[in-house]
């Protein structure tokens, strides 16, 4: 069995030619103050962007369902709006007939048939 009391550095450079920080963190001797800074910008700039896009979401949830009510009001005013043109042609139909009419001339207004003396003859010239 062979032991060795040398410890022996992995990685490109040797241990000699690295600045202590980065001697420090090959060897896993990183302070700890350094990587808890990082780690928590990122946290809260992945918090930030989680929160950003979640207020995103909601905006457009809320503006989606804006419209649909809009369109449903509109689908409704629609509906309503043929009801009444239904019931406006049916109207004037029912008003606008002949025998209304001639019923009206008669009673209400007093007018009769013209006799045939009252009838008068044109004729065409050529």
């Not at 930030?48 to 804006?66: C, D, E, H, K, N």
């Not at 009001?73 to 109207?91: D, R, S």
């Amino acid at each position: 069995m062979l032991v060795t009391k040398k410890k022996v550095q992995s990685g490109y450079f040797p241990a000699q030619q690295l600045p202590d920080r980065e001697r420090n963190r090959s060897q896993g001797k990183v302070p700890a103050g350094e990587t808890a800074s990082w780690n928590s910008l990122a946290f809260c700039v992945l918090l930030f962007f989680i929160l950003l896009t979640s207020v995103g979401l909601i905006s457009q949830y809320s503006r989606v369902i804006a419209v649909k009510y809009q369109i449903h009001q509109v689908q409704q005013e629609i509906e309503a709006l043929q009801n009444e043109i239904e019931h406006l042609q049916i109207e004037v139909k029912s008003l606008s007939s002949l025998e209304r009419i001639e019923t009206i001339a008669k009673n209400d207004l007093g007018l009769q048939y013209p006799e045939k003396r009252q009838w008068i003859r044109i004729a065409r010239s050529e």
